[in-house]
């Protein structure tokens, strides 16, 4: 077995170990993003019941967290984020974007405070147009970004040298991955056949009166 | 036939129950011993405390949830079952830190594998921290006995084909490799430890220790979040809680005060530290929250040729300690190779990347077999450990640094986990990190492997083992706690959970916190009844 010092390391970034290891750079930048956003006017508030939009049939979810603005950024991320995984025909496409989504803010109520603060800044720095120019390199607004643009900037932040760039992409795929693939009518996809039926058939609480 | 729901048998029998989100009032309540939390630390502690006549009110901030619940879906489980809806992560982001929160905390959660505190462990702490009575030779009573009472043994069944693969790459590569032994009664094989066991065969806290206790006349309170201890004078007079509403998140408006003679903080190395943190408990030397550790994980994922149904079996029962402490119990860092479950949701979590790439990988979930290494934290001075924080909120944060030991540890794991899938005959195998492609052979792997950047947010990094932040040790200028949990500074405190552990353990960490709060309860049920 080799030696743990036989491995050799990657030449080391000073400038770039030192940004991450404080962490504060990161938390400071966010900070000042969401600041910017709240003065701007950005729309931060739960889109709640949306009534409205080509994208929001009368399913009833009534959204907790996401804005209407986050809404918009998640239908343009959504296609490069799941690719092939999104069928073509448009009203069953329209359904699974939107289920997606919704199955997104339900999994944000439960993350607590903390960490929907933490998400609220990287949806506002995406949402604000100055930083989501500068930052995230898209130039025109999620509503007319297509899904080449969306997918450049996919790229950008997984293979950017920035740690906090990389951890604002996990984030977004992470979440958006987890909720698709989490959904029992996209279990097929992975070839997963769901729990087993003789035991579903056999324990109490799937049968109807549990 | 799937064991009893003793847990609504018991509700149903009348057991002292309380879902904190139905009070319409502030309370003021008193008991003998109050236990802040309900998972492998607490369940153990307020059994053998009401067994002996005292009054014990367990609280737990997360709600209870039981067989009725637990139906074998990834995203109702993960959202109710664990800390912060499985998004808990370290400060900077480079850590997820996978942690029950519910009645029977990680217990209900975690894959039941089941190991003794290893030797050498136990031999450290006594050098180390002056912990001469937790020698291998004084606990192994208390091993036996936890075992009994969470029916812990090897795996009998033949491992599933996930598992089989780190069984056969240790076989070709002549390395060591054992059955795990698992906390189960009865299980049905099926694989969904990590949603909550279906059938109510797992022996966690909430079929074992929690039931017990309530059989034995305490009172359990979920939803209901622990704020502050309140000292008068040099004692702890009362617990000052906050009900949660039925959602589990929204703080609800009415107080509950606890006043007890002795409190016992059980709520996790995180939990436990922010808890004493936020009570200004003393601390002359500032040891609370610091020398927290993670077993930090990494993982490697290999397509199999034959199928491997990564879904499907008892998650974990085949582990290899070739490399955990084979080049000392200080040395380099050593790790234990285990294998984790991989259902979509997880899977499609863990793996990085997106769009048709992702959705390629995914489609071959059922040949997809995983590895993972559990680096072993907080033996040498090079791995100190992280620290615990509150936030504004109050609420925990954990700053966990990757030293570049630890990296040489994860860089190691990285390879041999590798070297063993190809062993066992994978098709190609792909780290866990952003930068890794697939690798069709070993000496491809191990080129790649021996050049990849080896840091935080590219290599994907997990924990689900928190351990330390309420350190023991028999010197206070060290330590938070002494080798029985108790308080150094405060006489009616008591911490049992796993940030008693002065490092981490080496290996799955519940049976150590059963065992140790099994001992240590039996102490403390003896002095407060003398």
Not at chain 1, 149 to 164: C, H, K, N, P, Y
Not at chain 2, 38 to 51: D, K
Not at chain 2, 316 to 328: A, L, R, T, V
């Amino acid at each position: 077995m080799p030696t743990p010092t036989a491995v050799t390391d990657k030449a080391p970034d000073y400038g770039r170990r030192s940004f991450l290891k404080t962490g504060l750079g990161g938390a400071l930048f966010l900070g000042g993003v969401s600041m910017t956003a709240g003065l701007s006017g950005c729309a931060s508030a739960p889109a709640g019941l949306q009534s409205e939009g080509p994208a929001s049939p009368t399913s009833g979810y009534e959204f907790r967290f996401l804005s209407s603005d986050d809404i918009v950024l998640f239908e343009a991320l959504i296609p490069a984020i799941l690719g092939a995984a999104l069928t073509e025909q448009p009203d069953l496409r329209r359904r699974q974007v939107r289920t997606t989504i919704e199955t997104i803010d339900a999994g944000i109520v439960q993350f607590g405070n903390a960490n929907q603060q933490e998400l609220r800044k990287l949806f506002d720095l995406l949402n604000f147009g100055l930083t989501r120019a500068t930052l995230a390199g898209v130039w025109s607004s999620w509503e007319n970004a297509s899904t080449d643009d969306a997918r450049s900037f996919l790229e950008r932040w997984e293979t950017s040298s920035i740690g906090l760039f990389n951890n604002g992409y996990i984030a977004l795929t992470k979440i958006t991955n987890a909720s698709y693939y989490g959904q029992p009518e996209h279990w097929s996809q992975t070839g997963y056949p769901g729990p087993p039926e003789w035991a579903v058939s056999a324990l109490p609480q799937f049968q109807t009166h549990s | 036939m799937a064991m009893t729901d003793l847990i609504a048998q018991g509700l149903a029998g009348g057991w002292n129950v309380t879902d904190a989100a139905t009070l319409t009032e502030n309370q003021t309540l008193e008991a003998d011993v109050v236990v802040i939390g309900t998972g492998a630390g607490g369940g153990t502690t307020a059994e053998i405390l009401a067994r002996t006549g005292l009054s014990v009110i367990m609280i737990e901030e997360g709600r209870l949830y039981h067989q009725k619940d637990f139906k074998m879906d990834e995203l109702t489980s993960y959202a109710s079952l664990y800390q912060e809806g499985l998004s808990r992560v370290t400060r900077d982001g480079a850590i997820a830190i996978l942690q029950g929160r519910c009645v029977g905390g990680s217990t209900t959660v975690n894959w039941t594998s089941s190991f003794n505190t290893p030797d050498a462990t136990l031999n450290f702490w006594a050098d180390r921290f002056g912990l001469d009575e937790l020698r291998p030779a004084s606990l192994q009573p208390w091993f036996d006995d936890r075992k009994q009472r969470h029916n812990i043994a090897p795996w009998e069944v033949p491992p599933n084909a996930n598992n089989d693969t780190l069984r056969r790459g240790c076989e070709q590569l002549g390395w060591s490799w054992h059955v795990i032994p698992r906390n189960v009664k009865g299980c049905w094989n099926l694989g969904y430890c990590g949603m909550g066991c279906p059938t109510n065969a797992k022996q966690g806290a909430l079929t074992t220790t929690v039931p017990g206790a309530l059989d034995h006349k305490a009172e359990l309170i979920y939803g209901l979040r622990a704020d502050r201890l309140v000292m008068t004078q040099d004692r702890i007079s009362h617990l000052e809680a906050t009900p949660l509403q039925a959602d589990s998140v929204t703080p609800s408006a009415h107080k509950v005060q606890i006043r007890a003679r002795h409190f016992v903080v059980a709520a996790s190395a995180l939990g436990s530290p922010a808890l004493l943190l936020r009570s200004d408990i003393p601390d002359p030397y500032q040891r609370v929250g610091k020398r927290t550790f993670l077993h930090p994980v990494n993982a490697t994922v290999a397509e199999m040729p034959e199928r491997v149904d990564p879904f499907h079996g008892a998650p974990q029962s085949i582990y290899s300690d070739e490399f955990n402490f084979s080049q000392g119990v200080d040395g380099p860092a050593g790790f234990k190779l285990e294998v984790p479950p991989l259902h979509p949701s997880m899977a499609s979590g863990i793996l990085p990347g997106h769009g048709d790439i992702m959705n390629e990988n995914l489609g071959k979930l059922p040949w997809l077999q995983s590895m993972l290494a559990l680096i072993r934290d907080g033996f040498h001075a090079d791995s100190p450990g992280g620290v615990v924080s509150l936030r504004d909120d109050g609420s925990p944060v954990l700053d966990y640094p990757v030293t570049d030991y630890l990296w040489q540890g994860l860089r190691q794991a990285y390879l041999r986990m590798a070297e063993a899938q190809f062993a066992a005959g994978a098709k190609q195998v792909r780290l866990v990190h952003m930068d890794s492609s697939w690798y069709r052979n070993w000496s491809e792997a191990e080129a790649a492997i021996k050049a990849i950047p080896m840091e935080l947010h590219r290599a994907r990094l997990f924990t689900a083992h928190q351990m330390g932040g309420c350190g023991m040790g028999a010197n206070p200028r060290n330590s938070v706690v002494n080798g029985l949990g108790q308080h150094h500074q405060v006489s009616n405190l008591s911490v049992h959970d796993a940030s008693i552990f002065p490092t981490s353990i080496g290996a799955n960490p519940q049976m150590s916190v059963y065992t140790l709060s099994a001992r240590n309860s039996t102490q403390l049920a003896s002095r407060l009844t003398a």
